[in-house]
């Protein structure tokens, strides 16, 4: 139960700061890009260090859990470099704010599929918000020119 506990926490914490990175995003494109890189930096490096914590911590020999040590520091790597690198990012913040936010989803559709799977519980809402958050993230990164382009 713990580990289906930790699942659910893991997809809504994922959800909850893709929507708050959208919406900063949406909010103020053009007059804070570099704040809202460092942000979304720190939010990546935040969700890696939970990531690294829980792994070292519990060291659950699951499916879901397996992957978490390799995510964990992924993740702080890529905060780490967009927090250091805000001026240099801010040109590509947008294709690399929407492939997070793809395979975000792309996980989060995983974890769902295989809840269901493992678990036996009902997870559609889940899969809908997956499939919301991989649409969102490819409209963002199609719509990603036009926010790059206002930079320049």
């Known amino acids: ?30 007059d804070s890009f570099k704040v809202i890189a460092v942000i979304a930096g720190i939010m990546i490096l935040c969700s890696g260090i939970f990531d690294l914590f829980y792994d070292l911590k519990f060291r659950l020999n699951t499916y879901f859990l397996q992957g978490l ?10 905060g780490i470099f967009i927090i250091t ?4 990012t801010i040109v590509l913040f947008s294709y690399v704010f929407s492939i997070f936010i793809i395979i975000n989803g792309v996980i989060c559709m995983e974890t769902a599929v295989c809840m269901k799977d493992i678990f036996h519980v009902r997870c559609t809402s889940y899969v809908i918000l997956s499939c919301i958050i991989i649409l969102a993230g490819i409209s963002m990164m199609f719509f990603s020119p036009d926010t790059v382009s206002a930079l320049h």
């Open 1 to 30: 139960m713990k580990t289906l506990k930790k699942i659910k926490l893991d997809m809504w914490i994922n959800a909850i700061m893709t929507v708050l990175l959208g919406v900063l995003f949406i909010i103020k494109p053009y």
């Open 69 to 78: 040590l390799f995510e964990g520091i992924l993740k702080c790597i890529l």
């Open 85 to 88: 690198h805000a001026g240099i």
